[in-house]
Each structure stands twice: as structure tokens, then as C-alpha cells.
């Protein structure tokens, strides 16, 4: 049984009495959009120079960080956040709507930025600024459209406070990611591994947090948010802090974390582990006693888990299994994608791309930075294609799992599955999870490792 969004989106693919033909190039046009357009943007955001952080104004300064790079990707990431909260609430508004937040996003954010790095230069956090300004401009604009709907005044109000909690955990977990990114540059390679594992922790906890906040929303979406969008954050930073890894070895102790990562996701699908949780859910909450009965009724597609009824956790632990894989898939081709463009682009001689052996970097107290080598980057490439082929198999074994053991699981979701796949609403606000990660991504690697805290530095 279909979620009656899901339903919806179904009967409008179909609707329209379009030729064959016609249906067949609109999905051309439709994956050639999809596909080529995001990457273009960050190809050619990658790609600009960022100038001299020591300087803003003169010729090779960082005024195209500021002017250009830095607006537009953060312009981009907060139309990307309105859109998905317009298609939670099933309220979607033409893009010429959105072109005032546009225009005030961009303006805000040099109007904000360029006087405090004016008057204070690059430091850390920054970015939590420019990421503050982009979602708060965003989500006014969001609430000033949805003013203008007075049919639906009282449940868009509580709709949208609730979708606020979703941005505020994700505010969160940018900041977590950032704490993350500057120690992992800083700490020695024992401890970078300690790193991963306490962010997969932060992670677990703040996915289970935004599904409880998406409960109001079709649960297709409150599972790509939940399951996806927070995944993804985390494997788009985790991925391109690689170059800060100092010892080969560590590469092994974060696919070892990984791998006890997507067991654990798969052990959390067997019927022990489902009496373990409902024990330890009834000590925590101090109502151990009151209902320690396992459910088995399957007739709750909108199940997303929460209670004793076994049926609807196995299909969200299944989803989050899934959207995990898919994740680190994204993330790896992402890094492969962009990490030439930063390794060989105009912007490889700032730290840690510098591929100068000549130039000699320094910390504040002297000490010496490392840079990355060749054979460093090399690793980083090796490592994530190698891990390429594991996740692949890790999703095959999943797969086989559910077709084979947890049969019933199999035979709700795979329905589901092949209409996700050819839903352009659905996959459209997948893209959009993607290119707002990996754009935030991009913008806080290059700002925490190269720009943002190069004034400490003096070459």
C-alpha cells in the first residue's frame, strides 16, 4: 500500500495524455537537468579563484570569495532548504516566486560578510554566519509565501514551526561537522579514527531526532530527510576532510568504523535486537512494565518505527540501511568529481592542496603544516575507490537480505522503491539533498582548511 503522497505523485506521472515520445524526451530533458546542471555549478564554483585571504580589494585579493563564491553557493543551499520544506508540506511554488529571496539572500550575505571580514579578517565559524544568514532569509521568505495561502492559515503555521525544528537540527549538525573538520586538521592520527567515531554517534542520534520531527510530513520524505539528507551531510564532509588524513593506516581504522556502521544497521533488522530496544526504550523513558509486548500489525504503511510494532521499525531501519549506502555512494563520486578540480585547479596553492614543495607553512607558535603530497592524495583516491566497491557490496548483501529473509519487508518497500525511482518530484528533491550538501561541503573544506583560518598562517 502506497503512502497517499506517494499515490498522488503516481497518478500525476501518469495524468496528461502525453505520447510515448513526448514523456520520453521530457525524461531526457528532465535527467540531462538533473545531472549536468548541479555539477556544472559547483565545477565552475570549484573552479573560481579565491583570491589572496590576506587581502579583499586589490587585484588578487579574496573579493570573489566574497563578492561571488560565497553568495551564490549560499544563496543556492537556502533556495534548496525551502524547496524541500515546500514539498513536505505538498504546497509547490513556481521559481519566479522565489527570485526575491534570491535577490535578498545574495545582497544580505556581502552586506553581512564584507564588513566583518573587513574589520576582522577570516575566522573560524564564519561560515555558520554566512549559513545563518542563508537560512533565515530563506525560511522568511518561506513564511511571507505561505502567508498569502489563507485557505490552509492554520495548519501551514504549525507545519511550518514544525520544519523549523527539522532546519535547527540540521544549524546543528553543520556545527558538530565544523567542530569536526577543525580538529580532524589538527589532532595526530591516533585520535582522527576517535573523531569518525564520535560523529557517527552525533550523527545516529541527530537522524533518529529529525525523523521524530518529521512525523507531520509524508513519511517518503520525512525518510529522505531523516535517513538521507543527514547521512549525506556527514559523508560530503567526511569525505572531503580525507586529505587531512596523516598516517595510511587511519583510512583502515575508518573503514573498520564503517563497516561496524552498516553491520549494526543490519543486526538492528533482527528480532533479539527488537526486544533489546523495547527493554532498554522502557528503562530509559522510566516506563518499563507498561507495554513490553512486540506488535506484528502491518498495516501501518505510515509506521515509522517509534512504538513496539515490529513490522514498521523493520521497514525504517531497512530505509535507513538503504539511504546510508546511497549516501556514501554519493559522497564517494563527489570527492572523486572534486578533489581534482581543488587538487589541480587555480586554488591548489593554498594549504592543503599546495602541491609547491617549496613553500614552507607555518602556525602561529612556528610550527610547520603539512601539505599534501602526490602520494597522500593518491591515497585518499585509493581509499575511496576501494570503498566504493565495498559499499556496492554491502548494498547487494542488504538487498539479498530483505528479498530473502525479511520477506515481508521486501514485499512492502520494493513497490515503493519502483516508484520512487521514476518520480521526478521525488527524485528531483533527492538532487536537491545532494547539491546542497556537497555545495556546504565544499564552501566549509575550502574555508576551514585553506581560507578562513589562513591569516594564522605565514608561508
Known amino acids: 500500500m502506497l503512502h497517499k503522497w506517494l499515490a498522488k505523485q503516481e497518478e500525476e506521472e501518469r495524468a496528461g495524455g502525453h505520447s510515448r515520445l513526448t514523456l520520453l524526451?521530457?525524461?531526457?530533458?528532465?535527467?540531462?537537468?538533473?545531472?549536468?546542471?548541479?555539477?556544472?555549478v559547483t565545477l565552475a564554483l570549484a573552479s573560481t579563484?579565491?583570491?589572496?585571504?590576506?587581502?579583499?580589494?586589490?587585484?588578487?585579493?579574496?573579493?570573489?570569495?566574497?563578492?561571488?563564491?560565497?553568495?551564490?553557493?549560499?544563496?543556492?543551499?537556502?533556495?534548496?532548504?525551502?524547496t524541500a520544506y515546500f514539498g513536505c508540506v505538498e504546497s509547490p511554488h513556481p521559481f519566479k516566486a522565489f527570485l526575491p529571496m534570491i535577490f535578498v539572500t545574495y545582497?544580505?550575505?556581502?552586506?553581512v560578510l564584507v564588513p566583518l571580514v573587513w574589520l576582522f579578517?577570516?575566522?573560524?565559524?564564519?561560515?555558520?554566519?554566512?549559513?545563518?544568514?542563508?537560512?533565515?532569509?530563506?525560511?522568511?521568505?518561506?513564511?511571507?509565501?505561505e502567508r498569502f495561502d489563507q485557505s490552509r492559515a492554520e495548519e501551514w503555521q504549525r507545519?511550518?514551526?514544525?520544519?523549523?525544528?527539522?532546519?535547527?537540527?540540521?544549524?546543528?549538525?553543520?556545527?558538530?561537522?565544523?567542530?569536526?573538520?577543525?580538529?580532524?586538521?589538527?589532532?595526530?592520527?591516533?585520535?582522527?579514527?576517535?573523531?569518525?567515531?564520535?560523529?557517527?554517534?552525533?550523527?545516529?542520534?541527530?537522524?533518529?531526532?529529525?525523523?521524530s520531527f518529521s512525523d507531520p510530513f509524508p513519511i517518503e520524505l520525512g525518510m529522505l530527510i531523516s535517513g538521507f539528507w543527514v547521512n549525506n551531510m556527514t559523508d560530503m564532509f567526511q569525505t572531503l576532510a580525507y586529505p587531512n588524513v596523516k598516517n595510511p593506516m587511519t583510512f583502515l581504522y575508518i573503514w573498520a568504523l564503517q563497516?561496524?556502521?552498516?553491520?549494526?544497521?543490519?543486526?538492528?533488522?533482527?528480532?533479539?535486537?527488537?526486544?533489546?530496544?523495547?527493554w532498554i526504550k522502557g528503562i530509559l523513558t522510566g516506563k518499563w512494565g507498561a507495554n513490553k509486548n512486540v506488535e506484528n500489525n502491518d498495516d501501518l504503511p505510515d509506521d515509522r518505527g517509534h512504538s513496539n510494532n515490529r513490522p514498521g521499525y523493520l521497514r525504517r531501519q531497512a530505509r535507513f540501511y538503504f539511504w546510508r549506502i546511497v549516501s556514501k555512494l554519493a559522497a564517494i563520486v563527489f570527492y572523486l568529481f572534486i578533489s581534482t578540480v581543488l587538487r589541480y585547479g587555480p586554488n591548489s596553492q593554498y594549504y592543503n592542496f599546495s602541491e609547491d614543495p617549496y613553500i614552507s607553512l607555518t602556525d602561529e607558535s612556528g610550527r610547520e603544516l603539512s601539505r599534501l603530497s602526490d602520494k597522500d592524495y593518491l591515497h585518499s583516491v585509493i581509499y575511496v575507490s576501494c570503498n566504493a566497491v565495498f559499499v556496492t557490496l554491502a548494498g547487494l548483501a542488504g538487498y539479498f537480505l530483505l528479498r530473502f529473509r525479511y520477506t515481508d519487508v521486501y514485499v512492502h518497500l520494493a513497490p515503493v522503491a519502483k516508484v520512487l525511482r521514476k518520480n521526478k518530484a521525488f527524485i528531483g528533491y533527492a538532487v536537491a539533498i545532494v547539491a546542497h550538501n556537497g555545495l556546504l561541503a565544499l564552501a566549509f573544506i575550502q574555508y576551514h582548511q585553506r581560507i578562513w583560518w589562513y591569516d594564522s598562517l605565514e608561508p
Open 25 to 40: 524526451l521530457r525524461r531526457l530533458m528532465f535527467w540531462v537537468a538533473v545531472l549536468l546542471l548541479p555539477n556544472l
Open 121 to 145: 579578517g577570516y575566522f573560524e565559524f564564519i561560515g555558520l554566519i554566512s549559513f545563518g544568514i542563508a537560512y533565515i532569509t530563506a525560511f522568511i521568505a518561506a513564511y511571507v509565501l
Open 259 to 278: 563497516f561496524c556502521g552498516d553491520v549494526a544497521n543490519l543486526i538492528f533488522l533482527t528480532h533479539p535486537w527488537f526486544v533489546f530496544r523495547i
Open 107 to 111: 545582497f544580505m550575505e556581502i552586506l
Open 159 to 211: 507545519l511550518f514551526w514544525q520544519y523549523i525544528k527539522i532546519a535547527v537540527a540540521n544549524f546543528v549538525h553543520l556545527a558538530a561537522l565544523c567542530v569536526y573538520v577543525i580538529f580532524f586538521r589538527e589532532v595526530p592520527a591516533n585520535i582522527q579514527p576517535v573523531l569518525s567515531f564520535g560523529l557517527s554517534i552525533f550523527t545516529f542520534i541527530n537522524r533518529k531526532t529529525i525523523l
Open 49 to 82: 579563484p579565491l583570491g589572496d585571504p590576506a587581502d579583499i580589494f586589490s587585484r588578487h585579493g579574496s573579493w570573489p570569495t566574497l563578492m561571488f563564491v560565497n553568495p551564490i553557493i549560499m544563496t543556492v543551499i537556502g533556495y534548496l532548504s525551502v
